[in-house]
T-cell receptor, first 116, second 107 residues
Framework: GAGVSQTPSNKVTEKGKYVELRCDPI?????LYWYRQSLGQGPEFLIYFQGTGAADDSGLPNDRFFAVRPEGSVSTLKIQRTERGDSAVYLC??????????????FGPGTRLTVL | DAKTTQPTSMDCAEGRAANLPCNHSTISGNEYVYWYRQIHSQGPQYIIHGLKNNETNEMASLIITEDRKSSTLILPHATLRDTAVYYCIASYSTLTFGKGTMLLVSP
């Protein structure tokens, strides 16, 4: 079946601009996660959705970052007033919510964001 | 999440077993040990996880010491496609990735 997809695969923007990154999780997965990965580092947790609600947004670095998942499926990560330090690969993952077993996270290929 | 310590890089000959160590000396009782790997330019991929007992699946084996302060991921017959960064994570819920171990499998 289809895996997690992310669009666009690459995004180049200018400092100060607004960007939206989209994640399509695996069908039926209720949990969705956003991470960002800088060069040479492991993925850094940003936010976790269970259904439509953000269950944990403790990883969002500041209020320029916001994410939504209005219908409990597709999610959009929104970054306002982008800064050069926001340049990274933004990864999305989804998992099912089976009770009594570990629900592994399935990752998408990421969106590479470059802020000039 | 408990902090984990892994070697920066390791080499392995194709066909041999790759043994990747991880130290998690501050792990708490309800934290699991997870292993994910990331092949270049792809998202991370789940490998295996465990709490106390050793675990084995079609990809790898996980050996956890009795005191749970360290673990070893074993790829029994490494192939060139196993070249990747391997992340060891000690967590109860969300995943906290460190820098991992870059495993290079050579012919």
């Amino acid at each position: 079946g289809a895996g997690v997809s992310q669009t666009p695969s690459n995004k180049v923007t200018e400092k100060g601009k607004y960007v939206e990154l989209r994640c399509d999780p695996i069908s039926g997965h209720t949990a969705l996660y956003w991470y960002r990965q800088s060069l040479g580092q492991g993925p850094e947790f940003l936010i976790y959705f269970q259904g439509t609600g953000a269950a944990d947004d403790s990883g969002l670095p500041n209020d320029r970052f916001f994410a939504v998942r209005p219908e409990g499926s597709v999610s959009t990560l929104k970054i306002q007033r982008t800064e050069r330090g926001d340049s990274a690969v933004y990864l999305c993952a989804s998992s099912s919510n089976r009770v009594g077993s570990y629900n592994e996270q399935f990752f998408g290929p990421g969106t590479r964001l470059t802020v000039l | 999440d408990a902090k984990t310590t892994q070697p920066t890089s390791m080499d392995c000959a194709e066909g041999r077993a790759a043994n990747l160590p991880c130290n998690h000396s501050t792990i708490s009782g309800n934290e699991y040990v997870y292993w994910y790997r990331q092949i270049h330019s792809q998202g991370p991929q789940y490998i295996i996880h465990g709490l106390k007992n050793n675990e084995t699946n079609e990809m790898a084996s996980l050996i956890i010491t009795e005191d749970r302060k360290s673990s070893t991921l074993i790829l029994p017959h490494a192939t060139l496609r196993d070249t990747a960064v391997y992340y060891c994570i000690a967590s109860y819920s969300t995943l906290t990735f460190g820098k991992g171990t870059m495993l290079l499998v050579s012919p």
